[in-house]
């Protein structure tokens, strides 16, 4: 009879070994609320084969399943614990990386902005533009060769355009040409 609830225990431990090894690899998540599950199988399976086997044998036989449920739950412990850490570190890991890509993200919008400042200072400074004068060419010229995005420097050139087609309107224009560079 102890030889029945031996086999029975290896078996409800070779199954549940075949089980975890066969199973395809899910995400962290899933792996965590899995392996609660399949402790919580593990465990009514082992419950069952203990009793089955409690059932029709001696004291020393039902001694013996109950050790083989407690170790097959043991090892459902240490799985689920170690999934749930595998998980954790998987989700600080992401935060990081999105942390810093925001970060980053944030720099080259500043950079930008200063680009923008920058361009339209030389401009005003150098009296290509101004109420009274207007270089167009130059500041083709110099939003071309600028390091700005294409579709601020589209956006750029079009109210360029815009005063050589209207100078009546370079006030105006000149105010869109300044909240384009200086708040990107």
Do not use: C, H
């Amino acid at each position: 009879m102890s030889r029945l609830l031996l086999i029975v225990a290896i078996a409800v431990v070779g199954a549940g070994a075949y089980y975890f090894a066969t199973k395809p690899d899910p995400t962290p998540a899933e792996q965590l609320q899995s392996a609660a599950e399949e402790a919580s199988e593990a465990v009514g399976e082992a419950a069952s084969a203990v009793q089955e086997a409690a059932s029709d044998a001696v004291d020393a036989a039902t001694e013996q399943a109950s050790e083989a449920a407690s170790s097959v739950a043991d090892q459902a412990t240490e799985a689920a614990s170690s999934v749930s850490e595998q998980a954790s570190d998987a989700a600080a890991s992401l935060t990081e990386q999105a942390t810093d890509a925001a970060s980053e993200a944030g720099d080259q919008v500043a950079a930008l902005a200063g680009q923008g400042q920058e361009l339209f200072n030389s401009w005003v400074q150098d009296g290509t533009l101004t109420a009274q004068n207007f270089d167009y060419d130059a500041m083709v010229a110099s939003v071309q060769d600028s390091t700005l995005t294409q579709e601020i420097k589209t956006q750029a050139l079009k109210i360029i355009d815009d005063i050589k087609a209207s100078p009546e309107l370079i006030v105006e224009k000149i105010q869109d040409l300044r909240n384009l560079l200086t708040q990107q």
